[in-house]
Structures are given as C-alpha cells and as structure tokens.
C-alpha cells in the first residue's frame, strides 16, 4: 500500500543534501508497530535510516546520530515518533 | 526543584540511569526494552525511570541532552545514548568495557 505521506522522500532528500550520502535507504517501519505508543494509522512515524557517508569519518557514534537527528529535527517535531539511525563511513 | 535540577540529581547521584518508557519489569516500548535486555544481560546495575509519569519529565529530559528520543542511558552523569547507539557498542562488545572503565561493577554471569 503506497502512502500519501511525504515524510520517507523528505526525509532522504534532506540527508542527501546535506550529507551527500554514499548510499542512503529510509525505511518506513510503522506497520511493525501498529497499536504502539506513537503509532498512528495510514502515517509515517517509525522510520529507520541506514545511510553512509564520507561525513561521519571519524566521528563517534553519538556525533554521528546527533548529526542525523539535527537535520530531522522538524520531522521530529511533526510527529515523526520513532527514528532508528544506522550511520557508517565508507568501508565500514 | 526545576525538572532540570532533578535530572542532574538523579544522573550524577546514581551510576547508570535509564530514562526509559515503563519501567524495567514492564517496558512500554520497544526501544526500552531492548536497553533494558541488554543492561540485564551485561548485568549492569541500574536505576530506571519512567518519563510517562510525567509531561514534563518526558519534555526535560530530551532538552537535558539535546537528544529528541526516549530511552536515554547516562553512566556516571555522562550522556551515552539512545537504543541505537547502546546496542551497537554491546554487540562490538564496548558497552562492557566502557561501563568497567567507568567503574561501575556489573554482576557476575552464572
């Protein structure tokens, strides 16, 4: 079932910009929570994003996330719940 | 006491802290509980505390930090992280070592 919901495009765009992503996949990981605190039908608000890039070299795993999540910030705060990230450098 | 004073109190006052959704015998989400596994597995002593008892507890605590998730784990007054980053360093055998070179003593396995 295809959504409505912009949030996964918005989302990989945003990272893409601005991390310039080697590889990035958003995945939409809400129907695996269906009657969960946070989950609200037919919206996209459990999401894993599995992304590498040259940006996060040397950078510790909290840096790393920390990263993620400022640039989602507003996803954050419009509902997005849940935000699994996966972060790696090339070659990790 | 502002909320923000009470989070310092419970983080510097207690070795590993665990706010977390629920409680370590009945988590509410499944993020809590993958950190509560994994601390009982490490057999790290902990104190949990649940943020659902509290609006403002569960808005303090992610301005405490500047981290926008629950569950959140402190060592030693020291932010470590959210579900993510807490199974990552256990499954590259890190957490272990981390909380050892913190001092915190964990139960031996039997």
């Not at chain 1, 996060?56 to 997005?80: I, P, W």
């Not at chain 1, 719940?81 to 996966?86: G, K, S």
């Not at chain 2, 809590?32 to 509290?54: C, E, F, H, R, T």
Request: proline content about 5%.
């Amino acid at each position: 079932m295809t959504k409505p919901d912009k949030t996964l495009d918005r989302i990989r765009d945003r990272l893409t910009a601005a991390l310039k992503p080697e590889s990035i996949e958003v995945v939409d990981e809400s129907g695996m929570h269906v009657g969960h605190a946070g989950a609200i039908p037919g919206k996209v608000t459990h999401v894993r994003v599995l992304i590498t890039a040259e940006a996060f070299q040397g950078k510790s795993r909290l840096d790393r996330h920390r990263m993620v999540n400022d640039l989602l910030n507003h996803e954050m705060s419009a509902g997005l719940h849940a935000l699994a990230i996966v972060p790696k450098a090339p070659g990790e | 006491m502002s909320i923000q004073d009470f989070i310092k109190n419970e983080v510097t006052g207690n070795d590993v802290v665990l706010f977390m959704k629920g409680t370590p015998q009945f988590p509410q989400c499944g993020f809590s509980g993958q950190v509560v596994q994994i601390l009982d597995y490490v057999g790290a002593p902990y104190k949990g505390i649940n943020v659902l008892d509290s609006a403002e507890l569960r808005q303090g605590i992610k301005d405490y930090a500047s981290w926008p998730t629950i569950p959140q784990l402190y060592v030693k007054g020291e932010f470590v992280g959210g579900a993510d980053i807490v199974r990552e360093m256990f499954q590259a055998g890190e957490l272990q070592s981390f909380l050892a070179e913190k001092g915190v003593k964990v139960a031996a396995k039997v």
